[in-house]
T-cell receptor, first 113, second 115 residues
């Protein structure tokens, strides 16, 4: 929503820079992780996912790193563009059985031209 | 293929009024979800439906009821709205079969204000 960014950590970068958004997850049993992007006034949109048997996964301009030892995820965006400005959420779940997604609080990314 | 649609987009209620938020998906997904999003709180799960005919409570179910009307539609009802229910509500769906997780696809949201 329009005011979802209130009280969120904010990362400000210049266009063309690389961005790194961090997320600490809470459940050591979680084995599947997703990054979502939410633009102002819109619903979250899937960016990339990773399972716990991997520590790195690459997409188009994005890379997710997983460190299970310290329960940490990061999303790296290469050559950040103004269109990347949004709130980014990580989400975790235990894939077996029927576990639901638990979302982090989000980080706002602001990209200046 | 519209994906996940929600109605209405905006709603203002008075305390004590009731209303139903509608959600429909045309992707033949098995699972559907209702979340609320408050500033600085991320997305919190209200209710979900793993498959047609089943519903389960999420993290914040109090004050809400849901109905999985058929495979396409999953509605959220506020019986007696309270100011604490002012929020943005998102519906989502996923193919989810068995133990293999699939990403969730989100609708555009309903912005609800309770006065």
């Amino acid at each position: 929503g329009e005011n979802v960014g209130l009280h969120l950590p904010t990362l400000s970068v210049q266009e063309g820079d690389n961005s790194i958004i961090n997320c600490a997850y809470s459940n050591s049993a979680s084995d599947y992780f997703i990054w979502y992007k939410q633009e102002s006034g819109k619903g979250p949109q899937f960016i990339i996912d990773i399972r716990s048997n991997m520590d790195k996964r690459q997409g188009q301009r994005v890379t997710v790193l997983l460190n299970k030892t310290v329960k940490h995820l990061s999303l790296q965006i290469a050559a950040t563009q103004p269109g990347d400005s949004a709130v980014y959420f990580c989400a975790e779940t235990v894939e077996s059985g029927y576990s639901t997604l638990t979302f982090g609080k989000g980080t706002m990314l602001l990209v200046s031209p | 293929n519209a994906g996940v649609t929600q109605t209405p987009k905006f709603q203002v209620l008075k305390t004590g009024q009731s209303m139903t938020l509608q959600c429909a998906q045309d992707m033949n997904h098995n699972s559907m979800y209702w979340y609320r999003q408050d500033p600085g709180m991320g997305l919190r799960l209200i209710y979900y439906s793993a498959s047609e005919g089943t519903t389960d409570k999420g993290e914040v179910p109090n004050g809400y009821n849901v109905s999985r009307l058929n495979k396409r539609e999953f509605s959220l009802r506020l019986e007696s709205a309270a100011p604490s229910q002012t929020s943005v509500y998102f519906c989502a769906s996923s193919p989810r079969r068995g133990s293999s997780y699939n990403e969730q696809f989100f609708g555009p949201g309903t912005r609800l204000t309770v006065l």
